[in-house]
């Protein structure tokens, strides 16, 4: 297409033995010529002397046509201007724009073959547009910018994406009825799967297409995302492998992106003599309960219908604890995930999610999540209570007085491993004086010549002993500062309670706090390093 409205431009004239610039003003909506673009351009042909000002001035004026004077050449002789072109070429090589400027009235046109070659001659070889010069040859556009060669551009590909036919992020939280009791019968803690059943769709990335610059250089699109489908046992692939399939009736769940399907292993009565201890890789149901001084492990979830007594219970994923845990001071339950349990008494609780339960009593609890204990009661009484986040309950503490500890804002787990290391390092440190103060014994000896060759077997021993320690508490030292690195207080933790008796011991973001009266109905929060309460 033809665009009719023009820039304007100028020419070199030759008149018997005059030479003339002659400006011609733009039409409707087209831009003046440009002062610097003249100046240059006479320049290049040799042209000296001329009057800049006068120049611009008649620019400026934007008249049809005027023609200015120019000095003669030293040589006195005037020699005829082919057509030129000058080409400019975009940042990102993808577009290359031309500028024509036209002959003087006895010189030269540019053939479609002389425009080609001057692109090629600035290696402009990919993207021509034919059209755009034939456009040019047959109706020309001085001092404009036109587009004539494009590159392609590249076509960018597409993300490999696996879409899961499963919910991912289970959330095992009882249901809460209206008078505040907590109803352990809906749980919606599995992804129940049959033999057969399509578990994920993997849709495969598209690497897209590459492209062409206008100087023919290859252009490749970003790189893409590349998956193929994870998955552990009882799991079939299909032949295209885009898709799997369970091929057995269980639960499924995703963990660090690989899918596994567990079939539950059940014990249809208690955990006791008969059974002995159980450990299996899948999900575990207790219809009964786990008797005194027996364990019971899995990879993936476990489910009580009865009561835990002193037993120890350990989990890859949730616990379920559909009456609670009696655990006698020796009952333990660890679980990477969460645990729900009725009530909790006199036992070890230890969650890398969150713990929700009716009532807890003289026991110890951390948790990386939310601690709540919200049933009919909700009573917190007694024991040590840990939290990153959140430790709620409806009562905490006993009207006698009983020391309840609570504890929000630092990750127990972090915790507890540096608390082991120091007691580590101090233990060794007291080792490694005792061995050195052996070592001198010995080297006292030996200065005055009482040393057998016994004694000097025990020196060189305890020499490498003192060694070895210092090494191990080195190592010890050099943990403990990575450790100080992942420690993190979490300035938002807080405690809630409805009623929070005299004898409670809170530590809230490092910042300790003793209640010494009875607070009703209040939240405990760390705010510019003092303890803030609130009514909530």
Do not use: W
């Not at 059943?197 to 610059?213: H, I, K, S, V």
């Not at 007694?382 to 006993?398: D, Q, W």
């Not at 630092?410 to 050195?436: F, H, T, W, Y």
């Not at 190592?475 to 403990?480: F, R």
Request: net charge negative; proline share 3%.
């Amino acid at each position: 297409m033809v665009n009719e409205v023009k820039n304007g431009y100028f020419q070199i004239i030759y008149i018997a033995d005059d030479a003339k610039l002659r400006i011609f003003g733009p039409d409707e909506g087209g831009e003046l010529a440009r002062i610097a673009e003249v100046t240059a351009y006479l320049d290049r042909n040799s042209f000296r002397g001329y009057d800049a000002v006068e120049i611009n001035a008649a620019i400026n004026k934007g008249d049809k046509q005027i023609d200015i004077d120019l000095p003669k050449p030293k040589d006195g002789q005037y020699y005829p201007i082919s057509e030129a072109m000058m080409v400019s070429v975009s940042d990102d090589k993808m577009e290359a724009m031309v500028r024509f400027y036209p002959p003087s009235n006895n010189g030269e046109k540019l053939s479609k073959e002389e425009i080609i070659r001057e692109l090629n001659n600035q290696k402009i070889v990919s993207g021509i547009d034919d059209q755009v010069i034939k456009n040019h040859i047959l109706s020309p556009l001085y001092c404009t910018d036109i587009l004539i060669a494009k590159g392609t551009p590249y076509v960018k590909g597409r993300d490999a994406s696996i879409e899961y036919t499963f919910e991912t992020e289970l959330k095992a939280r009882p249901k809460r009825n209206e008078d505040g009791s907590v109803d352990f019968h809906k749980l919606d803690i599995m992804n129940p799967v049959h033999e057969g059943d399509l578990l994920a769709t993997l849709t495969r990335e598209d690497p897209g297409e590459p492209g062409l610059d206008v100087y023919g250089n290859m252009t490749r699109p970003p790189k893409v995302v590349r998956k193929i489908l994870r998955f552990g046992k009882n799991i079939r692939l299909s032949e295209d492998e885009t898709q799997i399939f369970s091929m057995v009736d269980g639960h499924v769940t995703l963990e660090d992106e690989r899918v596994y399907v567990y079939n539950v292993y059940e014990v249809a009565a208690d955990v006791d003599a008969t059974t002995g201890d159980i450990q299996y890789d899948g999900n575990i149901t207790v219809k009964g309960n786990i008797r005194t001084g027996f364990k019971v492990t899995a990879s993936g979830n476990i489910e009580v219908y009865g009561v835990v007594e002193g037993a120890a219970v350990k989990a890859g994923g949730d616990v379920i604890l559909r009456r609670g845990i009696q655990g006698m001071g020796k009952g333990i339950i660890v679980a990477k995930g969460n645990i729900v349990s009725k009530f909790i008494e006199s036992a070890t609780v230890v969650s890398e999610g969150f713990i929700e339960t009716e009532a807890v009593m003289h026991s110890r609890m951390s948790a990386k999540g939310d601690i709540k204990i919200q049933g009919s009661k909700g009573n917190l009484i007694g024991g040590f209570t840990r939290s990153t986040c959140l430790i709620e309950a409806k009562v905490i503490g006993a009207p006698m007085g009983t020391i309840t500890n609570v504890e929000v804002g630092i990750d127990p787990a972090v915790q507890d491993k540096i608390n082991k290391i120091r007691a580590d390092i101090a233990e060794k440190s007291k080792e490694l004086g005792r061995l050195k103060d052996v070592f001198e014994v010995f080297k006292a000896k030996k200065q005055k010549g009482k040393i057998d060759f016994s004694t000097l077997a025990s020196m060189t021993k305890t020499a490498q002993e003192i060694q070895e320690l210092n090494s191990k508490i080195i190592e010890l030292q050099d943990e403990h500062e990575k450790l100080k690195i992942e420690f993190h207080v979490n300035e938002s933790a807080r405690i809630v309670g409805k009623t929070v008796y005299p004898g409670v011991k809170m530590m809230i973001s490092g910042e300790p706090f003793y209640v010494n009266n009875e607070i009703y109905m209040t939240q405990f929060k760390k705010v510019n390093g003092e303890i803030q309460q609130t009514i909530v």
